[in-house]
């Protein structure tokens, strides 16, 4: 498939690995074996680095104004980097699930009363816990439905709680938001972009009253 200039243009910055993928819309779940080996290496370790800052300060900020110190659902949490940055902010309780083994393993270490961290297919993941901050931290865009991802996870969130979403801008993008119209309403959004012109869209949402 070939990349028109303006998404040549947004990928312009990123490890060549990690290009591509957010790109385009999922076709189906990644199979296990891959996100496995990615996380035994370093395929992932960008994610740390200044040029991802910008999409989680502004995750962290809405998470400080709009449920401060509240409980944490984050799907899709890979090594944990988001929780290093709420951590300082402070959290009730926080659960990340990711679909990679070796992904947790790294984060064991951290683990205490009030943080956990669970191998879990956030497609079939289930809790009884309501949440008052879920996040899709550039995760969404890999599932086969994401809207029905969001609507499924509604059912987990507390009754005044914030689903934040973040994905990187592309074209395709603009048809996961509008699925999620009928589901959500937005309480506020920012865009921002690093160095490279790379731009993420943050959105943080809230279940509409008629559901």
């Given at each position: 498939?070939?990349?028109?200039?303006?998404?040549?243009?947004?990928?312009?910055?990123?490890?060549?690995?990690?290009?591509?993928?957010?790109?385009?819309?999922?076709?189906?779940?990644p199979p296990r074996a891959r996100w496995e080996h990615e996380y035994g290496g370093d395929r992932w370790s960008y994610l740390a680095g200044l040029d991802e800052a910008a999409h989680?300060?502004?995750?962290?900020?809405?998470?400080?104004?709009?449920?401060?110190?509240?409980?944490v659902l984050d799907v899709g949490c890979g090594e944990g980097i988001l929780q290093s940055r709420l951590a300082p902010h402070g959290y009730r309780r926080y659960l990340g699930i990711d679909f990679a083994a070796g992904a947790i393993e790294r984060?064991?270490?951290?683990?205490?009363?009030?943080?956990?961290?669970?191998?879990?297919?956030?497609?079939?993941?289930?809790?009884?816990?309501?949440?008052?901050?879920?996040?899709?931290?550039?995760?969404?865009?890999?599932?086969?439905?994401?809207?029905?991802?969001v609507e499924r996870y509604l059912g987990f969130l507390a009754g005044d709680g914030v689903v934040i979403v973040s994905m990187v801008?592309?074209?395709?993008?603009?048809?996961?938001?509008n699925a999620l119209a009928p589901l959500v309403e937005t309480v506020d959004e920012t865009t921002v972009f690093n160095r490279a012109r790379v731009g993420w869209t943050v959105k943080a949402l809230r279940r509409r009253a008629e559901l």
């Open positions: 498939m070939k990349l028109s200039p303006s998404l040549i243009m947004l990928a312009q910055g990123l490890p060549l690995a990690a290009r591509l993928l957010p790109l385009f819309a999922a076709e189906e779940t989680y300060s502004v995750i962290v900020g809405y998470y400080a104004l709009l449920q401060p110190g509240g409980s984060v064991e270490a951290r683990r205490d009363r009030a943080t956990d961290f669970q191998v879990a297919d956030a497609t079939s993941f289930t809790t009884d816990q309501a949440f008052d901050v879920i996040i899709f931290n550039e995760s969404l865009y890999y599932f086969c439905d994401p809207a029905a991802v801008i592309a074209r395709n993008r603009i048809a996961i938001w």
